[in-house]
C-alpha cells in the first residue's frame, strides 16, 4: 500500500538553481597562531576564567613529603627487586633512578654494594653492609630465646711448637695413631676429633706446630672455646709457644697449659713454669689464674686431670647453641677425593646439619649428600660442635670460609656472584719463558730473571693456602715469586700448560702428578719439585736463588701396577696381587704406594713372585705378587709405582733436561 501523499509539496526548483541551498563553510582555526608571530606567550597572558586559578595553585602547592629513615641491610648481589623490598618503594622507582644515571638494568639484575648503597641512600635508606652469612646470623639471633638455647660440647684447640707432642696427645686420649702417619711425624693439616666422656663429649682440634702454619693455628684459634697449650718439659718455651699464646689471647679465649714429656730423665717442669709466668700465664698454685697439668702422651700420665680440667673451664664459660636453627659453621679443611670429590671438613657452631640441606661456603654451593664423623663413620646428623666431613660440593671451599644453610635460589645467586668476582680477579696472569730452579742462580746473576711464577697443587686446600702466603715472602730485589695457579689434587695436564705457557714451576706437596701429566712436563721441559714436609719447600727455592741447590736426586721411572687383590700371609705381611699395567716392576727398587692420587707411603719392594717363583722382575701385562717393605696397609684400588733414585750435581740434572727436551721437539 503506498504512503499518503503530503499536503504541502516542496517548491520547485527555479531553473538554472541548486534544489537545496549549502550552508557556508566554517572558519578554519589559523596554522600558525598569532601570539606566537607577534611575540612570547608571556607577553601575551590569556584570559581565565574566575575561580579557575584558585583551583590549578592549590594542586601545585603540595610538595612531596619526605620519607622518613629506614634501615636496611644490604648484602653482595642483592637484585634490584630485593632492596625495593627492604626501602618499601615500588621497583619502577629505583630502575627509574638508575635510567636517570645512566645503567640500564632490569629488575632481577644483581648490584655491586657501592651501586646499591648509594640507590638506598637516595630513598632515605640507612645502610649497613653485610655478607649473606651475617645476615643469616642476625635473623637466627632475632628468633632465638632463652629456651631455644640448649648447653653444647667445648671445642678445645690444640697449640705448641713443632714436635712438643700435640698429636701424640691427642692420640693418647682418643687411642688412635695419627701422628704415624704424618709426613715426617709432623703434623702438616688440622685434624678434628670428637671424644665422647661418659655422658659428655669434647670436641679437639689439632694445629700444626711449624712457624709456616700461623693461618691454620689462627684459624683453629677463631672457632675454639679454650686452648690447650702444649709444651715440652725438656725443651720449654719455644717462638711457636709464643705465637700460639698471641693467637689465644687475641681470640679471648682460656688457655690450659699442658707440660708433656715428663717421663724423660732432662725434663724441667718447673722452668716451663718461670717460663711461661714471664709471658702473663701464672699457674693457678702460685696465686694465677691459669691452670697447668703435668702430662704424659707415651705413658699415659695425668691425661684424666686434663680432661676434668677442660669440662671445669666449659662449665664456668656455660657454652650454649640452638639446635634447631639452620646450621652454621667454619670449614677446617678441604680436598678433592678421587672417588668422592669435593670433601670439606666442618665443624658445625650453631644449628643441626642433616643430609639433604643447602649450604653456602664462600663461592662455593652444595647440598649435603653424606656426613662422616672423625672416625669415618656415617653420621646421620651434625648437632652444635660437632666436626663432620661433608660430601656434595660443587667446588673445593677456602679454608676458614663460613659455612651457612640457606635456601637454594639464594644460594645459586649469591655463588654465581662471588664465582664471577673470582673469574674477573683470575684473568690477570702475566706469561713468561720458561725456566727451572736448577737454572735459576745462573739466570739472576745474568740478570735475566725478574718474576718467577709458581703453580701450587697440594692435598688439602689449607697447605694450598698456606703456601701461597708463605713463598711469595721469599721474594727478594733480584727476583719476585708469583703465584699464577694454585689448587687441590694431582698435577694434572691442564696445570702443566699453564706452567708451559706461564714458564712456571710446578710445586707438588703431599701429591704426585698423573701419568699423562708427567710425560707433557718432560716434553715441555716443565720442572715439577715434589714435596711432603712443608720447610723443604722453602729451603729448596731459597738454596736455588742462591745457587746452593744440593746434588740432585733424578728419579726414574720403571713401571706402574694396580692391586687388584691382597692376601695376608704368615710371617712376611700383607701381599699384594698386582697386574702390572707399564713398564716393570723390579725387586729391591724404590716403591710408591699411590691411594687416590695421593701418595700414602714410600718404600721398596721387598718380594715379588711370578706363582710360586721368586722374580726378579715382572713386565707389563702380567700378574704378580709383591711385598712393600714395613707397609701392610695395601688396598684393592692402590697403585704401586716403582722407580729407581741416582744422585747427580744440578748443573748435570740441568745439562740432562735441556738435552733430553730438545731430543723430545725433535
Same mark, same amino acid.
Given at each position: 500500500?503506498?504512503?499518503?501523499?503530503?499536503?504541502?509539496?516542496?517548491?520547485?526548483?527555479?531553473?538554472?538553481?541548486?534544489?537545496?541551498?549549502?550552508?557556508?563553510?566554517?572558519?578554519?582555526?589559523?596554522?600558525?597562531?598569532?601570539?606566537?608571530?607577534?611575540?612570547?606567550?608571556?607577553?601575551?597572558?590569556?584570559?581565565?576564567?574566575?575561580?579557575?586559578?584558585?583551583?590549578?595553585?592549590?594542586?601545585?602547592?603540595?610538595?612531596?613529603?619526605?620519607?622518613?629513615?629506614?634501615?636496611?641491610?644490604?648484602?653482595?648481589?642483592?637484585?634490584?627487586?630485593?632492596?625495593?623490598?627492604?626501602?618499601?618503594?615500588?621497583?619502577?622507582?629505583?630502575?627509574?633512578?638508575?635510567?636517570?644515571?645512566?645503567?640500564?638494568?632490569?629488575?632481577?639484575?644483581?648490584?655491586?654494594?657501592?651501586?646499591?648503597?648509594?640507590?638506598?641512600?637516595?630513598?632515605?635508606?640507612?645502610?649497613?653492609?653485610?655478607?649473606?652469612?651475617?645476615?643469616?646470623?642476625?635473623?637466627?639471633?632475632?628468633?632465638?630465646?632463652?629456651?631455644?638455647?640448649?648447653?653444647?660440647?667445648?671445642?678445645?684447640?690444640?697449640?705448641?711448637?713443632?714436635?712438643?707432642?700435640?698429636?701424640?696427645?691427642?692420640?693418647?686420649?682418643?687411642?688412635?695413631?695419627?701422628?704415624?702417619?704424618?709426613?715426617?711425624?709432623?703434623?702438616?693439616?688440622?685434624?678434628?676429633?670428637?671424644?665422647?666422656?661418659?655422658?659428655?663429649?669434647?670436641?679437639?682440634?689439632?694445629?700444626?706446630?711449624?712457624?709456616?702454619?700461623?693461618?691454620?693455628?689462627?684459624?683453629?684459634?677463631?672457632?675454639?672455646?679454650?686452648?690447650?697449650?702444649?709444651?715440652?718439659?725438656?725443651?720449654?718455651?719455644?717462638?711457636?709457644?709464643?705465637?700460639?699464646?698471641?693467637?689465644?689471647?687475641?681470640?679471648?679465649?682460656?688457655?690450659?697449659?699442658?707440660?708433656?714429656?715428663?717421663?724423660?730423665?732432662?725434663?724441667?717442669?718447673?722452668?716451663?713454669?718461670?717460663?711461661?709466668?714471664?709471658?702473663?700465664?701464672?699457674?693457678?698454685?702460685? #696465686? $694465677?689464674?691459669?691452670?697447668?697439668?703435668?702430662?704424659?702422651?707415651?705413658? /699415659?700420665? *695425668?691425661?684424666? %686431670?686434663? !680432661?676434668? =680440667?677442660?669440662?671445669?673451664?666449659?662449665?664456668?664459660?656455660?657454652?650454649?647453641?640452638?639446635?634447631?636453627?639452620?646450621?652454621?659453621?667454619?670449614?677446617?679443611?678441604?680436598?678433592?677425593?678421587?672417588?668422592?670429590?669435593?670433601?670439606?671438613?666442618?665443624?658445625?657452631?650453631?644449628?643441626?646439619?642433616?643430609?639433604?640441606?643447602?649450604?653456602?661456603?664462600?663461592?662455593?654451593?652444595?647440598?649435603?649428600?653424606?656426613?662422616?664423623?672423625?672416625?669415618?663413620?656415617?653420621?646421620?646428623?651434625?648437632?652444635?660442635?660437632?666436626?663432620?666431613?661433608?660430601?656434595?660440593?660443587?667446588?673445593?671451599?677456602?679454608?676458614?670460609?663460613?659455612?651457612?644453610?640457606?635456601?637454594?635460589?639464594?644460594?645459586?645467586?649469591?655463588?654465581?656472584?662471588?664465582?664471577?668476582?673470582?673469574?674477573?680477579?683470575?684473568?690477570?696472569?702475566?706469561? #713468561? $719463558?720458561?725456566?727451572?730452579?736448577?737454572?735459576?742462580?745462573?739466570?739472576? /746473576?745474568? *740478570?735475566?730473571? %725478574?718474576? !718467577?711464577? =709458581?703453580?701450587?697443587?697440594?692435598?688439602?686446600?689449607?697447605?694450598?693456602?698456606?703456601?701461597?702466603?708463605?713463598?711469595?715472602?721469599?721474594?727478594?730485589?733480584?727476583?719476585?715469586?708469583?703465584?699464577?695457579?694454585?689448587?687441590?689434587?694431582?698435577?694434572?695436564?691442564?696445570?702443566?700448560?699453564?706452567?708451559?705457557?706461564?714458564?712456571?714451576?710446578?710445586?707438588?706437596?703431599?701429591?704426585?702428578?698423573?701419568?699423562?701429566?708427567?710425560?707433557?712436563?718432560?716434553?715441555?721441559?716443565?720442572?715439577?719439585?715434589?714435596?711432603?714436609?712443608?720447610?723443604?719447600?722453602?729451603?729448596?727455592?731459597?738454596?736455588?736463588?742462591?745457587?746452593?741447590?744440593?746434588?740432585?736426586?733424578?728419579?726414574?721411572?720403571?713401571?706402574?701396577?694396580?692391586?687388584?687383590?691382597?692376601?695376608?700371609?704368615?710371617?712376611?705381611?700383607?701381599?699384594? #696381587?698386582?697386574?702390572?699395567?707399564?713398564?716393570?716392576?723390579?725387586?729391591?727398587?724404590?716403591?710408591?704406594?699411590?691411594?687416590?692420587?695421593?701418595?700414602?707411603?714410600?718404600?721398596?719392594?721387598?718380594?715379588?713372585?711370578?706363582?710360586?717363583?721368586?722374580?726378579?722382575?715382572?713386565?707389563?701385562?702380567?700378574?704378580?705378587?709383591?711385598?712393600?717393605?714395613?707397609?701392610?696397609?695395601?688396598?684393592?684400588?692402590?697403585?704401586?709405582?716403582?722407580?729407581?733414585?741416582?744422585?747427580?750435581?744440578?748443573?748435570?740434572?740441568?745439562?740432562?733436561?735441556?738435552?733430553?727436551?730438545?731430543?723430545?721437539?725433535?
Amino acid at each position: 500500500m503506498l504512503p499518503p501523499f503530503p499536503d504541502k509539496m516542496p517548491p520547485k526548483a527555479e531553473p538554472g538553481k541548486p534544489l537545496y541551498t549549502r550552508k557556508a563553510p566554517q572558519r578554519q582555526r589559523p596554522v600558525v597562531d598569532k601570539r606566537e608571530i607577534e611575540g612570547e606567550r608571556k607577553l601575551h597572558p590569556t584570559r581565565q576564567r574566575p575561580g579557575a586559578g584558585r583551583a590549578a595553585a592549590a594542586a601545585v602547592i603540595a610538595p612531596p613529603e619526605p620519607r622518613p629513615p629506614r634501615d636496611v641491610t644490604v648484602t653482595e648481589g642483592i637484585t634490584i627487586r630485593e632492596l625495593a623490598e627492604k626501602l618499601d618503594v615500588r621497583a619502577k622507582d629505583l630502575l627509574k633512578t638508575l635510567l636517570d644515571r645512566g645503567v640500564f638494568a632490569s629488575i632481577n639484575q644483581a648490584l655491586d654494594v657501592p651501586t646499591a648503597t648509594t640507590l638506598a641512600e637516595a630513598f632515605s635508606g640507612v645502610v649497613s653492609v653485610v655478607s649473606l652469612e651475617e645476615e643469616m646470623v642476625l635473623e637466627v639471633a632475632k628468633e632465638e630465646t632463652k629456651e631455644s638455647l640448649k648447653p653444647r660440647p667445648p671445642v678445645v684447640t690444640v697449640m705448641g711448637h713443632v714436635d712438643h707432642g700435640k698429636t701424640s696427645l691427642l692420640d693418647a686420649i682418643r687411642q688412635a695413631e695419627v701422628a704415624a702417619g704424618e709426613a715426617g711425624g709432623i703434623t702438616q693439616h688440622i685434624g678434628a676429633y670428637k671424644v665422647a666422656m661418659e655422658e659428655r663429649s669434647v670436641v679437639f682440634i689439632d694445629t700444626p706446630g711449624h712457624e709456616a702454619f700461623t693461618r691454620m693455628r689462627a684459624r683453629g684459634a677463631k672457632v675454639t672455646d679454650i686452648v690447650v697449650l702444649v709444651v715440652a718439659a725438656d725443651d720449654g718455651v719455644m717462638p711457636q709457644t709464643k705465637e700460639a699464646i698471641d693467637h689465644a689471647k687475641a681470640a679471648n679465649v682460656p688457655i690450659i697449659v699442658a707440660v708433656n714429656k715428663i717421663d724423660k730423665p732432662e725434663a724441667q717442669p718447673e722452668r716451663v713454669k718461670r717460663q711461661l709466668t714471664e709471658l702473663g700465664l701464672m699457674p693457678s698454685e702460685w #696465686g $694465677g689464674e691459669t691452670e697447668f697439668v703435668e702430662v704424659s702422651a707415651k705413658q /699415659k700420665k *695425668g691425661i684424666d %686431670k686434663l !680432661l676434668e =680440667i677442660i669440662l671445669l673451664v666449659a662449665d664456668l664459660r656455660e657454652l650454649k647453641a640452638n639446635p634447631d636453627a639452620p646450621a652454621s659453621g667454619t670449614v677446617l679443611e678441604s680436598r678433592v677425593d678421587k672417588g668422592r670429590g669435593p670433601v670439606a671438613t666442618i665443624l658445625v657452631q650453631n644449628g643441626t646439619l642433616n643430609p639433604g640441606d643447602f649450604f653456602i661456603c664462600g663461592a662455593v654451593f652444595g647440598k649435603v649428600r653424606a656426613m662422616f664423623d672423625d672416625r669415618g663413620r656415617t653420621a646421620k646428623n651434625a648437632p652444635p660442635s660437632t666436626p663432620v666431613e661433608v660430601l656434595g660440593l660443587q667446588g673445593v671451599p677456602e679454608a676458614g670460609d663460613h659455612f651457612q644453610v640457606t635456601d637454594e635460589a639464594k644460594a645459586r645467586h649469591i655463588v654465581e656472584y662471588r664465582q664471577g668476582k673470582q673469574r674477573d680477579a683470575a684473568l690477570r696472569a702475566s706469561a #713468561g $719463558g720458561r725456566i727451572t730452579l736448577d737454572q735459576l742462580h745462573e739466570q739472576l /746473576k745474568a *740478570g735475566e730473571v %725478574k718474576e !718467577l711464577p =709458581i703453580v701450587i697443587k697440594a692435598d688439602v686446600q689449607g697447605s694450598v693456602e698456606v703456601l701461597s702466603e708463605m713463598l711469595p715472602r721469599l721474594s727478594t730485589d733480584q727476583v719476585k715469586l708469583k703465584i699464577i695457579g694454585s689448587g687441590v689434587g694431582a698435577v694434572t695436564e691442564e696445570n702443566v700448560l699453564l706452567a708451559s705457557a706461564s714458564g712456571a714451576i710446578i710445586i707438588a706437596f703431599g701429591v704426585r702428578p698423573d701419568r699423562r701429566a708427567a710425560e707433557l712436563a718432560q716434553q715441555e721441559g716443565v720442572d715439577i719439585r715434589t714435596h711432603n714436609i712443608i720447610y723443604e719447600v722453602s729451603d729448596e727455592i731459597k738454596k736455588a736463588m742462591e745457587g746452593l741447590l744440593e746434588p740432585v736426586i733424578q728419579e726414574t721411572y720403571l713401571g706402574r701396577a694396580e692391586v687388584r687383590d691382597t692376601f695376608r700371609v704368615k710371617g712376611a705381611g700383607t701381599v699384594a #696381587g698386582c697386574y702390572v699395567l707399564d713398564g716393570i716392576l723390579k725387586r729391591d727398587a724404590q716403591v710408591r704406594v699411590v691411594r687416590d692420587g695421593t701418595v700414602i707411603y714410600t718404600s721398596k719392594l721387598s718380594s715379588l713372585k711370578r706363582f710360586k717363583d721368586d722374580a726378579s722382575e715382572v713386565r707389563a701385562g702380567f700378574e704378580c705378587g709383591a711385598g712393600v717393605a714395613n707397609f701392610n696397609d695395601v688396598k684393592v684400588g692402590d697403585v704401586l709405582e716403582c722407580f729407581n733414585i741416582t744422585k747427580m750435581s744440578a748443573a748435570e740434572a740441568a745439562e740432562k733436561t735441556t738435552s733430553g727436551t730438545a731430543a723430545s721437539r725433535r
